[in-house]
């Protein structure tokens, strides 16, 4: 694939030269540096806006580079790794001083992943044969926004930030973020494997495959009471509600009466309004997830007085998509409804 080979050898340039990368992987777009280049990996926090007490995830080619970024491999991230790599899992792991200060905001561990997008590992293995092969790499968004899946999302978002020297991939069918979530994060740094950040790799398949229960914990990869925490400044001026099914017979028509309402729901309300515009979403979570942070990202740009989402079914299936869905609801406007 030429046109493939052209932008991966782009990409590795611009990386060898400490600019830039926002490039897609299987769960979302990464907004890249070298991670062994202090000033490129400032530059990072610095596009994105993030405080700098939040390490980044190191993306990788090969199990080879992991141990070079790692202090200890043992049996349980052994398993999960061959389960699950390449793949939407971070693990967090012992940090073995590879790579700069700042990437691991001086925490004693890293987090990392060998992704399976074909753009990402391909840029990753040419990156290894010239370069350090490590690439730090938080979501392409600025901090406490909307993650991104398509390459206009973060143009949108960062175009700002970035300089001329850094680098967009584009999208298409090829470059896209099949799963359109974070990937799931688990920390085996502590000999108790837990999962600091639900994903698509769900509790039940990491269980399985280390043969041994998991606790999930809140904190989500953050220190307790850092002063980066996520309820922040991010007020957009569109209102967003979560919607029981019981709520849209009941309510909806009065919600409406804000102004132009967009209801995304899993079957078609029996009521119209001239103010609603009601679209059915995929009732698979798979889909439902691969399109969520478009969604959400092109109805925040189009001048809604509200957008409505109803709730899904709460099981294991949907629990990555419920907890994208909670912190969605604290970004955008709280408005009392
Ligand atoms: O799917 C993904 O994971 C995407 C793609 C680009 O790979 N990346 C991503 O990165 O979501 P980011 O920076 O938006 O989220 C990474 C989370 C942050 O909450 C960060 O604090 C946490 O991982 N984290 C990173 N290093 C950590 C560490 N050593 N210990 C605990 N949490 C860590
Ligand atoms: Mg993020």
Same mark, same amino acid.
């Given at each position: ?12 340039? %611009? ?7 926002? *490039? ?27 405080? /700098? ?47 700069? +200060? $700042? ?9 990392? #992943?060998?992704? %399976? ?7 990753? !293995? ?18 406490? *926004? ?5 390459? +206009? ?23 896209? =973020?099949?799963?359109?979530?974070? %990937?799931?994060?688990?920390?085996? &740094?502590?000999?108790? @494997? /837990? ?12 269980? $399985? ?37 019981? !709520? ?7 919600? =409406? ?14 009521? /119209? ?9 995929? &009732? ?16 925040? #740009? ?9 709730? @899904? ?19 955008? =406007?709280?408005?009392?409804?």
């Amino acid at each position: 694939m030429p046109q493939l080979t052209y932008e991966v050898n782009k990409a590795v340039d %611009s990386l060898i030269r400490g600019k830039l990368v926002a *490039f897609p992987t299987e769960t979302v777009y990464g907004l890249g540096g070298d991670a062994t280049n202090e000033e490129a990996v400032r530059r990072i926090y610095k596009v994105k806006g993030r405080p /700098t007490d939040r390490p980044l995830i190191l993306h990788v080619p090969d199990l080879a580079t992991v141990k070079k970024v790692v202090l200890n491999w043992a049996s349980t991230e052994s398993k999960l790794a061959s389960r699950f790599w390449p793949g939407p899992l971070t693990l967090i792991l012992k940090n073995g001083g590879f790579i700069s +200060e $700042s990437a691991s905001a001086g925490y004693k561990t890293v987090a990392v #992943r060998i992704p %399976s997008h074909p753009f990402a590992l391909s840029m990753l !293995e040419s990156f290894a044969k010239v370069g350090s092969g490590v690439v730090a790499a938080p979501s392409a968004n600025r901090f406490s *926004f909307v993650s991104t899946t398509n390459a +206009e999302d973060v143009e949108i978002s960062l175009q700002n930030y970035l300089d001329k020297a850094d680098m967009i991939v584009s999208s298409n069918s090829r470059d896209e =973020c099949k799963f359109g979530l974070e %990937s799931t994060i688990v920390d085996c &740094s502590n000999g108790i @494997p /837990t999962i600091l950040r639900v994903g698509v790799i769900k509790k039940t398949e990491i269980e $399985s495959c280390i043969g041994k229960p998991v606790r999930i914990s809140k904190i989500e990869g953050r220190r307790q009471n850092s002063p980066g925490s996520s309820s922040i400044h991010y007020s957009p001026k569109t209102a967003f509600k979560m919607i029981s099914n019981g !709520e849209i017979k009941r309510d909806l028509l009065d919600l =409406c009466e804000e102004g132009e309402t967009f209801l995304w729901c899993f079957e078609k309300p029996v009521h /119209t309004h001239q103010n609603l515009i009601a679209e059915v979403a995929p &009732s698979c979570p798979r889909e439902y997830g691969r399109q969520l942070y478009s969604k959400l990202n092109s109805l925040d #740009r189009e001048q809604l007085a509200l957008i409505l989402f109803e709730e @899904p079914p709460k099981n294991e299936d949907w629990n990555a998509i419920c907890d994208r869905l909670d912190k969605a609801k604290n970004r955008f =406007c709280t408005k009392k409804l």
